[in-house]
C-alpha cells in the first residue's frame, strides 16, 4: 500500500481540463513543499513535470500545473490532448523513511 | 545535458545473482544522490535506495534492505544494483534516477530484468 493515495483513473475529453489529487498526512505533504509529479507513457521512463508543489521545468507545457492544500496535493491539466493519456504518479519527501521521499500508487489519465 | 544509461535486459534464473549498472554524464555528477526504482509489471513506482557517488553513503527502503546491494564507482560515474540470488518476484523494470532536492529531475532509461525457470 503506497503512503500517497491517488485515483487510480480519470478521464477527459480533449480540451477540458482535469485534476488528479494525492492524499497524504502531516508528514509528508501537508508538512513540506517537495511535491513532484512524474508522467509515464506506456512502456517508457517517467519524466518530471511538477516539483517544488508548483514549479515545471524547463520545457515542461503550461497546460501543467501544480498546488497543495493542508495534506493533499494536485495535478491540473488544462485544455487536454490525446498525448497526455498516461500514467501519473506524485511524489513526497517524508522524514519517515531513511530515502526521504514516498510515491503515490499512480492514476491512468484516459483521454476520451 | 545529464544523462543516465542504464545496461541491457538481462533474463535469469532463479537463484543466480546479477548486478546491472547506470553510467551518469554532466557537470559535477558526483555531488549527487543516485537512486534505483521498481517497477513491476503492471505496478506503480516504488523506491529501493539512494547512493551519494561523492563518498558511497547508501540508504534503503525497508523493504529492499537486505534484499539488494546498491554500489558505486566514482570514477567512472557509474551506480550498480545488484542481487545475490534472484527470485521470480524480482521480475522488474529498475529505474536509475538522480534525485536533485527531494524530486527525481532525470531517469534513466529502465533495465528489464526477468527472472524465469
Not at chain 1, 483513473?9 to 505533504?29: F, K, L, N, R
Not at chain 2, 557517488?53 to 545488484?82: C, E, H, M, W
Amino acid at each position: 500500500q503506497s503512503a500517497l493515495t491517488q485515483p487510480a483513473s480519470v478521464s477527459g475529453s480533449p480540451g477540458q481540463s482535469i485534476t488528479i489529487s494525492c492524499t497524504g498526512t502531516s508528514s509528508d505533504i501537508g508538512g513540506y513543499n517537495f511535491v513532484s509529479w512524474y508522467q509515464q507513457h506506456p512502456g517508457r521512463a517517467p519524466t518530471l513535470i511538477i516539483y517544488a508543489v508548483s514549479n515545471r521545468p524547463s520545457g515542461v507545457s503550461h497546460r501543467f500545473s501544480g498546488s497543495k492544500s493542508g495534506n493533499t496535493a494536485s495535478l491540473t491539466i488544462s485544455a487536454l490532448q490525446a498525448d497526455d493519456e498516461a500514467d501519473y504518479y506524485c511524489s513526497s519527501y517524508t522524514g519517515d523513511t531513511p530515502l526521504g521521499g514516498v510515491f503515490g500508487g499512480g492514476t491512468k489519465l484516459t483521454v476520451l | 545535458e545529464v544523462q543516465l544509461e542504464q545496461s541491457g535486459a538481462e533474463v535469469k534464473k532463479p537463484g543466480e545473482s546479477l548486478k546491472i549498472s547506470c553510467k551518469g554524464s554532466g557537470n559535477n555528477f558526483p555531488s549527487h544522490w543516485i537512486g534505483w526504482v521498481r517497477q513491476m509489471p503492471g505496478k506503480g513506482l516504488e523506491w529501493m535506495g539512494v547512493i551519494y557517488l561523492d563518498n558511497s553513503d547508501t540508504r534503503y527502503s525497508p523493504s529492499f534492505q537486505g534484499q539488494v546491494t546498491i554500489s558505486a564507482d566514482k570514477s567512472i560515474n557509474t551506480a550498480y544494483l545488484q542481487w545475490s540470488s534472484l527470485k521470480a518476484s524480482d521480475t522488474a523494470t529498475y529505474y536509475c534516477v538522480r534525485r536533485a532536492s527531494w524530486h527525481v529531475d532525470y531517469w534513466g532509461q529502465g533495465t528489464l530484468v526477468t527472472v524465469s525457470s
